[in-house]
């Protein structure tokens, strides 16, 4: 089936990539005007807008299954692409679009649950031989259960939810005696976030390297992987700066790693682009975390150093289409470095800065993409995240690849809006990023010699913080309250560096 039309489920910078790829094939693309943004900058790059901005729920549109498939059946459209976030990982909206057969742009609604579902992923892993840090396979019951497991396995442990990610439901335990409160927060926290308050426990592997591979597979069994990603530079376990490749990994753990992604894949009949994650410890001992099977925030390194359109096989393969190369030809070329670049005050521990962007100038050198959903003049609310841009850097080295990301951020200028400009300013020029030994502890434990700030800011800063540890204290007597109860870009810069299979 060869696809004319998509809808796209999904706003911002996602958005806008995935605009811009269909308009590359001829795709007919359709947004959708939320009353939360009817002048976003999305519907700018689209072809046709089905307009809700009078229309006004509790629920946003991009999470309500139903509300988009009635969208779905009035404009008729071929296909339905979530993006990332939202309801891309939900195994529930795929089927629902299989059900009225309209191409989902992503894997099978089986595949998505077995991989969505982190205690069946350990199942199908233990299965399949794959690497796993010592833990259990099945949820937990009660904190009798957690502290039964966690004493066999030895402290520290981390405590999960089965289901979602972000770093909700997630809880670490250095010592027996903080088990009932964390195992009662980690189960809360999961079942308002997710719906689900099932959790699960494994060893906490401590300040190990995130690295992720990009797998992508047809529908005729084929997989491939496009190499890792260095995502290790991260803030409770949210990334803020990856680069492809790994400074840690030798061309035999590449290998050795990347067969591992291709079996987990393979072990799901997995279709589409997707992600294998690991942990990697200091003796090179890596153990398969989980699988997120949509496309990444981070994919534009990837596309920088394989010269592929992640996006655009995304829908090939959703086309019935074959992948055309097969493992022994991808070739990494060169290195790529993404920067966050998110409306963030730092020093105020990350704290999302709301404001208007009065002027923005980007960057526009060769080795540079910058993929946004926002411009002047545009608000950054408390309805979504606060992200501005990705900005995608690429350099024949790792060190040119520094240094040219040094060059572009000292050219991106942000007026209206504390950002994380200085931030990674910082992280590049720092003795661990550049001779590649850090780890995913490094902000926790080198984020406070990496400021100078004059006495104004460090009281600001401190006030935030103040401000911070009080509403975290209040959700937590508010979750000890519910426990109790029983509640439940710039157009492709880098275009010539894309090409098809």
Sequence with gaps: MSIKSILIANRGEIAVRIAKTCKIMGIETWGIKTSAEPKAHYLTQVDKVYDLSDVFSEVLVFLDVEKLMDIVAEIKVDAVHPGYGFLAENAYFAQRCVNINVKFVGP????????????????????????????????????????????????????????????????????????????????????????????????????????????????????????????????????????????????ELRKEMGDIAIRIAQAVNYESAGTVEFLLDTNNNYYFMEMNTRIQVEHPVTEMVTGFDLIEQQIRVAQGEKLTITQKDIKINGWAIECRINAEDVQAGFSPYLGTIEKMVLPNDENVRIDSGVVEGDTISPNFDSMIAKLIVWGETRDEAIANTQKALSKLWIKGLKTTIPFFKTVLNHSSFTNGSFNTGFIENELEFMHESTDEEEALAAWFATLQYINEKEKEAENQVDFEQGKNINPWLLNKRMKSF
């Design 108 to 251: 099978t609604p089986d595949a998505i649950h077995k991989m969505g579902n982190k205690t069946i992923a350990r199942q199908i892993a233990t299965k399949n031989e794959i690497p796993l840090a010592s833990g259990t396979t099945r949820s937990i019951r009660d904190a009798a259960d957690a502290k039964k497991v966690s004493d066999k396995i030895g402290y520290p442990v981390i405590i999960k939810a089965a289901s979602g990610g972000g770093g909700r439901g997630m809880r670490v335990i250095h010592k027996p005696e903080e088990l009932a409160q964390m195992f009662r927060l980690a189960t809360t926290e999961a079942e308002k976030a997710f719906n689900d308050p099932s959790v699960f426990i494994e060893k906490y592997i401590q300040n190990p390297k995130h690295i992720e591979f990009q797998i992508m597979a047809d529908s005729h069994g084929n997989v491939i992987h496009l190499g890792e990603r260095e995502c290790s530079i991260q803030r409770k376990h949210q990334k803020l700066l990856e680069e492809a490749p790994s400074p840690a990994l030798s061309p």
